[in-house]
């Protein structure tokens, strides 16, 4: 299966200024994405999409192409990931390149590792999957939560599951943002993400951190300084397929 890894890495961050660019231990962030994902050696090429002149250069410097430019219309701060990997496919496609999936990687991902990737795309090869999207598991059992009233007091959310045990409640994950693989067929459709035919890898939170505040960003730095070779990925953890 050929595979091209596609970076959604947009000029205009709000809560944390240049974030794509921001150096992190020396080194912009997104630069030790597109690192890790030339080392995966799972990709014919890493393409990044941006609006962004100075990331595209530091985007070229680590190895990555940038062969077009996102237009204004797909880089503002709504616009969701599945239409601008779907043009990034569709700009891919009139290049003539040919590839069977693609994989967007947050250009901030940098506590992946190959073997989440390779372990994400051996889920895509299974017969009905059209994408695959890295996902965390809730510490504590959903059904359990309270909102605050604007009262100030509290009340449950499912209150039908008060006296349940929490070991009698169905484990739940969520949507980590680290990355999508997809079939390019469905990128190129733009078809959801969210469907039947997606697959979720959950990873261990070690290797999952959003980054857009700086509390995420200075979490991310402790949890990359903790690993003991940060740049050997050879031992890798795969992580639990649903």
């Not at 091209?4 to 794509?20: C, E, F, L």
């Not at 070229?60 to 204004?72: I, S, W």
């Not at 809730?138 to 006296?163: K, L, N």
Request: hydrophobic share 40%.
């Amino acid at each position: 299966m050929r595979c091209v890894a596609i970076i959604p890495a947009r000029g205009g961050s709000k809560r944390i200024p240049r974030k794509n660019v921001r150096p992190m231990f020396g080194v912009p962030i997104i630069a030790r994405t597109i690192a890790m994902l030339r080392e995966s050696a799972l990709f014919e090429d890493v393409v990044v999409s941006t609006d962004d002149p100075e990331i595209a250069d530091v985007s070229r410097a680590a190895g990555a192409l940038v062969p077009f430019t996102r237009p204004a219309h797909l880089a503002d701060d709504h616009t969701g990931t599945t239409p601008v990997i779907t043009h990034a496919v569709q700009a891919i496609d009139a290049l003539g390149w040919s590839f069977d999936a693609a994989c967007a990687v947050y250009p901030t991902a940098v506590l992946l590792t190959p073997g989440d990737l390779r372990a994400g795309l051996s889920l895509l090869r299974e017969a009905g999957t059209e994408y695959v999207l890295s996902a965390q598991a809730y510490s504590h059992p959903v059904e359990r939560a309270f909102r605050t009233r604007a009262d100030g007091r509290i009340e449950m959310r499912w209150p039908e599951y008060r006296d349940v045990r929490t070991q009698d409640l169905e484990p739940a994950v969520y949507d980590a943002g680290a990355f999508y693989w997809g079939t390019a067929e469905a990128w190129r459709d733009g078809r959801s993400i969210y469907t039947g035919a997606t697959r979720a890898l959950v990873l261990p939170a070690d290797r999952l951190q959003d980054i857009d505040t700086p509390d995420d960003w200075a979490r991310a730095e402790r949890l990359f300084l903790e690993r003991s070779e940060p740049k050997d990925w050879s031992g890798d953890d795969e992580g639990t397929r649903t």
